[in-house]
Structures are given as C-alpha cells and as structure tokens.
C-alpha cells in the first residue's frame, strides 16, 4: 500500500539553525510531491510542490526540497530558520494514474519549534 | 482570489446529535475534497468529487456519515448521529482536477461531548 512516512515528529531549533525534515513514500511509479505547512491557528497552506523536472524545487519563505528518486525521498530544508517558522509541517504525495489518483497521501507530520 | 471556504470554524455537539459542515471551493476548481484530520496527525481523505459525482468515498463511514455536492459547486458534510469519537478537524479541499494542487480550507473544529 501507498504511504509516506515523515521521520522527525517534533524538532526545536535556536533562530539561524539549519533545518531539514525527512519524507519517504513507498510506491514505485509516478508520483506529486508536496510540503504544506499549517501556523498555529491558520489552515494548511502549500510551501512548495515537485510535479516533474528539476528535483530541486524551491517554495516561499526561503524553503527548498530536493526530489531523489532513487531513495523515495522529497526532503525539506532551510539554511537559516526564524522564529516565524514555527509550525507543524506536512509532507503529502498524490499518486497519478494508480488506484489513488486524485488522493493526497500524508505523512503524520512534523511539529517545528523555534526557539528565539 | 477567493480560497476554500467553510463553515462553522468551530462546533460543539452532545453525542447522538447530526451535525453539518458547508464548503465552497476556489471558483473554477471541479474536484473536491473532504478529508479528516486526528490531533497529531495528517489528514486523511474521507470523499473526493469530480464535479456532482463521488469518484471515491471509500473512507467515508457510510452508517452515519453523508456528503452531496448537488451543483457541482459547494458541498456538505453530515454526520448523524455523532460519536465521541468524531472529535476532530474537518478539512475541505479543492484542485483543478483530481492531479492538481489541493487547496485547503480552514477546517471546522468539531467536539462531540
């Protein structure tokens, strides 16, 4: 069965740290790939997303992720977090063409702390 | 541009009560989504729209849950009666098409007491 799997469930980082979060998915055919990340008390919203092409995407508020294929990973990373970058973040994969089309798969999410 | 709009942001129930949530997704977007999101956890799909029709409702726990999207537009989401256990978030969610990006909506807070 199609699952992603995100590895760090709560970081806490001092402001200026280097932050990367780990996704894995399991499936072997195409996928879409997405970070979202979700502020206290506001709703999910969409950091970056990898379709096709470069693997290395880059999203707002200076986060970036690299798609590598070989090892079904689509990690998060920010060279220098800010205290605004507090939330829980998200890692989802759509499968096109299997039998869970149109169904984004979430990894169970990551909570970021950021410590001034 | 407008977002995903839903509605309430919050309820609070006694158990055995129905309960009721209302979407309106992006303009223009023909797929939408319902998904269910646990404390700690990432959402999980509930039902999927292709305009009117539910293309997949595989998750949706039919004995009391109920969704319709009668014009292809907004859409509800009832659960009757309501369990302890439907304490959660209620997510709605809309793409251009069931590949693209999803766009989600603040969610509806529900406790059942």
């Known amino acids: 069965a199609q699952s992603v799997s995100q590895h760090n469930h709560h970081v806490i980082l001092s402001e200026a740290a280097s932050l990367e979060l780990g996704c894995n998915y399991s499936y072997g055919g195409t996928v879409n790939l997405f970070w979202y990340v979700q502020y206290p008390g506001q709703h999910l919203q969409l950091l970056l997303k990898?379709?096709?092409?470069?693997?290395l995407v880059k999203g707002i508020k200076g986060f970036e992720a690299e798609f590598i294929k070989s090892k079904f990973s689509f990690n998060l990373r920010k060279p220098s977090v800010q205290w605004s970058d507090t939330a829980e973040y998200f890692c989802a994969v759509n499968f096109p063409g299997s039998s869970n089309t149109g169904k984004l798969i979430f990894g169970q999410g990551t909570t970021l702390q950021v410590k001034p | 541009e407008a977002g995903v709009v839903q509605s309430p942001r919050y309820k609070i129930i006694e158990k055995k009560q129905p309960v009721a949530f209302w979407c309106n997704p992006i303009s223009g977007h023909n797929t939408l989504y319902w998904y269910l999101q646990n404390l700690g956890q990432g959402p999980e799909l509930l039902i999927r729209y292709e305009n009117e029709e539910a293309v997949d409702d595989s998750q949706l726990p039919k004995d009391r849950f109920s969704a319709e999207r009668l014009k292809g537009v907004d859409s509800t989401l009832k659960i009757q009666p309501a369990e302890l256990g439907d304490s959660a978030v209620y997510l709605c969610?809309?793409?251009?098409?069931?590949?693209?990006?999803?766009?989600f909506g603040p969610g509806t807070r529900l406790l059942v007491l």
């Open positions: 990898y379709f096709s092409g470069d693997p």
């Open positions: 969610a809309s793409s251009l098409g069931p590949e693209g990006t999803q766009y």
